[in-house]
């Protein structure tokens, strides 16, 4: 590849620098341009300032330009939309990245798990808490979680926290329990648990609301609005959890995400990366609904923010999660009939902040796993819109993972959008088919949403799973998981051009965002990556699923290259 640059620069004012820059010219062409939208594949994209002006053939795209100031020869390679990550936590992916790795492919049983984080706190200062991220404790030659005797083998004398890969809660030594005074006779917080041994004792397990614990007196809390994983650092590590995240983002060809759980720890960090020139990615933010109250009484209605960063809506919870057997099942587990999971809120307490969210004109985003629970979002936004109709608001369902086929066809009447990850099924789909039994093949049914013409997203989660899209698109290709199981049915299965779609236009759309991203069509900003290799070429998902991006370019500037 060569990029030809032509352009000629003169001192000027911050004005004038800034008029020249919208007006700066860049050819891309030699090589086949996906655009995803009416125009398909084409020759050469046309671009000015940070938008697309024209996608056809070479010449077309030199006339409309009149000059080209720089020029990018794909040399054969081609060029797809930014992808969209509509469903991710990168602040708090970031921050996990600077954890001990503790995922099953590299911890298989607590001596490991033990060993490993020695190893990672002799770089730590001495008076650093311990962190972990990523074990599955299914996935654990024990087979079970750790207990806090387990990490006081790491440390006695400091914090140690080790974050289940769901993100929804961990296990602390016995120095954090007394640090924060966590006892026997501590009730469970309000929208968590406390784990404990049969005599009451803490065991070290703390979920969801139960982490508010510890967060301190002026942390972030949550309580029954979902998992607090909002674990301050001071300012300049946040940054740089912040940087480390969007690196693995742009590295993955990620241009635009929803951060699907913002406290004011995210905002706070994103607002200083913005401030600061820092933040490369578009972003979508979705407040926790623990602060809808107060979105309300500052007037927030509808999105606020530019294209760099917006406020987007509010994130609600209606169950737990498939990988943590905490989604909500009345009729109990096909494990364990007496093991329900959980709800965060009753339906009618649920129905409510759906409906002052809907009323002021905010999409909300609720986390839903089981049938239940996607029944009781369609219950809400269906009385929503009933007690004051909106023009597509546009809600929508996260995870999505068990629809019935009547509650697909209700999200399709209700213009309800589904955010799934397929990348949980190929990690924890043999987990679920043990805790539920033949429901659990119907995990991410993507293929049967676009079947029903249900509109959908593909997203990563991450630090769930990474930020890579092409893998997510061939697990839903293929529904087949990491030992091999195979899920389903083939009408489940989702093409692999479909999946493309799904997650770039699919996740722009789910973020209110097609009238910008997504497709490369004239007036929409000039994001997109170059690959090595033409996708629509390759054939064998597994294959697809390893492919790659070489550039990653956000509004027609060079964000990221191998």
Known sequence: MSTRTTRTTTVGTADSASAAESDRTLLVAGGPVYTQGPAGCVEALAVRGER?????SVAEARAVLGRV???VDLAGRTVLPGFTDAHCHPVMY?????WADLRPEVVGDLDAMVATLVGFAAGLRADTPIRGFGYEHRRLAEGRHPYARDLDRVATDREVYVMNASGHGG?????TLRKYGITAGTPDPIGGRIGRFADGTPNGELWDGACDLLTGPDGV?????????HLDDPEDEMRGHLLRAQETFLAAGVTTIGDAQVSRRELETYLRGRDAGDLKLRVSAYLTSALLDTALDLGLSRSLGDDRFRIQGVKLYADGTLGGWTAYFPEGYAVDCCHHGQLYHDPAEYADLVLRAHRAGLQTATHAQSPYAIGMVLDAVEKAQADTPRADPRHRIEHCGLPTDDEIARMRDLGVHACLQPQHHLRTGDGTLTALGDLGHRYNPTGLLKAAGTAFALSSDAPVAPP???EAVA????RRTVLGTLLGTPEMRLPLADGLLAHGVGGARALHREHAVGTLRPGLLADFVVLATDPYTVRDPAAFARLGVEETWIGGTRAWRA
């Open 52 to 56: 697309v002006v024209h996608a056809g």
């Open 69 to 71: 100031d720089d020029e």
């Open 94 to 98: 970031g921050q996990n990245l600077a």
């Open 171 to 175: 296990v602390v030594n016995t120095h």
């Open 221 to 229: 809390k949550i309580a029954n609005h979902g998992p607090n994983f």
């Open 468 to 470: 890579a899209p092409f």
């Open 475 to 478: 697990a839903a290709a293929t």
